[in-house]
Nanobody, 126 residues
């Protein structure tokens, strides 16, 4: 059974940093497409960062140069390092995984992911 658990959320001031982690069980990281999504109050869930085969990565333009996704090849630990945080980054962040994507362009659509964590709250104050 696939299980994802996010940790590392919290409250920080603008310009600060946080490091999120996703503990996974029941599958191999190297065989799944994985991503970080976020959802703010009153907003739709949106993709933030994506990774496949522990090396292929992609970022939403809103976080390029500030966030970094990584995955250990041996242990499969998934992390999201968030620097230079802004108030607009405030949201619940989710770890997601799916065994396949018909097209690479579909990675940003949350409907294409089969497994989700419970989410962790990130709050950035002005």
């Amino acid at each position: 059974q696939v299980q994802l658990v996010e940790t590392g959320g919290g409250s920080v001031q603008a310009g600060g940093s946080l490091r999120l982690s996703c503990a996974a069980s029941g599958f191999s990281y190297e065989d799944y497409y994985m991503g970080w999504f976020r959802q703010a109050p009153g907003k739709e869930r949106e993709g933030v960062a994506f990774i496949f085969a522990s090396s292929i990565t992609e970022y939403d333009n809103s976080v390029k140069g500030r966030f970094a996704i990584s995955q250990a090849t041996v242990k499969g630990a998934l992390t999201l390092q968030m620097n230079s945080l802004k108030p607009e980054d405030t949201a619940v962040y989710y770890c997601a995984a799916t065994p396949r994507l018909p097209r690479w362009s579909m990675r940003k659509d949350p409907k294409n992911y089969e497994h989700w964590g419970q989410g962790t709250q990130v709050t950035v104050s002005s």
